[in-house]
């Protein structure tokens, strides 16, 4: 069966200092993984995917994640953190091979401290 | 890109009532989707909705609860029936667009008093 993990319900990090949110999955076949944030009261935004090519894919918002095959993660990085990145962010996998439906992890809420 | 308009934004219903919420695509989709977000959770699948037929239901949501339209390719409805407080939750539509990426519409906030 398909699952995603986010084992960090939040991270804190200083504004200007690198963030990571740490995302790993479980699918059979190759999957497609994708980030989402979701602000306050507001929808979610789509930040980047990864369907094929090259591991490191960038987003929306200077936002990068890394595909990792062996480890089965996809963590979202950003090199200098904003205050304004403060937010619940979402990793989503999604099975090719079974339509086009999301799994999603539970979410990490980051913190980004001026 | 694909530009949602979800409606409404927000509702407080009475319990036993029902709410149908509409999700408007600006571009023809193939696949359309409605989640819930529960207070505090993360996302879950309620059903694929399938144009022209019906919907496609994940474990744990059934069609009487839970009824879904697709008449076209930029339009569907779902409508929570039977309402009771467990119902309250951030219902959101999604679709995916020719180049896989999925966009979700700004959500349904939902209380059931």
């Known amino acids: 069966a398909q699952s995603v993990a986010q084992p960090e319900d939040q991270v804190n990090v200083a504004e200007g200092n690198p963030l990571t949110v740490k995302c790993t999955y479980s699918v059979s076949g190759n999957p497609y993984l994708f980030w989402y944030v979701q602000y306050p009261n507001r929808g979610l935004q789509f930040l980047l995917k990864?369907?094929?090519?090259?591991?490191l894919v960038k987003g929306s918002y200077g936002f990068e994640a890394e595909f990792n095959k062996s480890q089965t993660s996809f963590h979202l990085k950003k090199p200098s953190a904003l205050v304004s990145d403060s937010a619940l962010y979402f990793c989503?996998?999604?099975?090719?091979?079974?339509?086009?439906?999301?799994?999603f992890g539970q979410g990490t809420e980051l913190s980004v401290k001026p | 890109s694909a530009v949602i308009s979800q409606k409404p934004s927000r509702d407080i219903c009475q319990r036993g009532t029902s709410l149908t919420i509409q999700c408007q695509v600006d571009?023809?989709?193939?696949?359309m989707f409605w989640y819930r977000q529960q207070p505090g959770q993360s996302l879950t699948l309620i059903a694929t909705?399938?144009?022209?037929?019906?919907?496609?239901?994940e474990s744990g949501f059934v069609i009487d609860k839970f009824p879904i339209s697709r008449p076209n390719l930029t339009f569907s409805t779902l409508t929570v029936s039977n309402m009771s407080p467990e119902d309250s939750s951030i219902y959101l539509c999604s679709v995916i667009t020719p180049g896989e990426k999925l966009f979700f519409g700004s959500g349904t906030q939902l209380s059931v008093l």
């Open positions: 989503a996998v999604r099975d090719p091979n079974q339509g086009g439906k999301l799994i």
């Open positions: 990864y369907i094929t090519g090259d591991n």
């Open positions: 909705a399938n144009q022209g037929s019906e919907a496609t239901y």
């Open positions: 571009s023809q989709v193939t696949m």
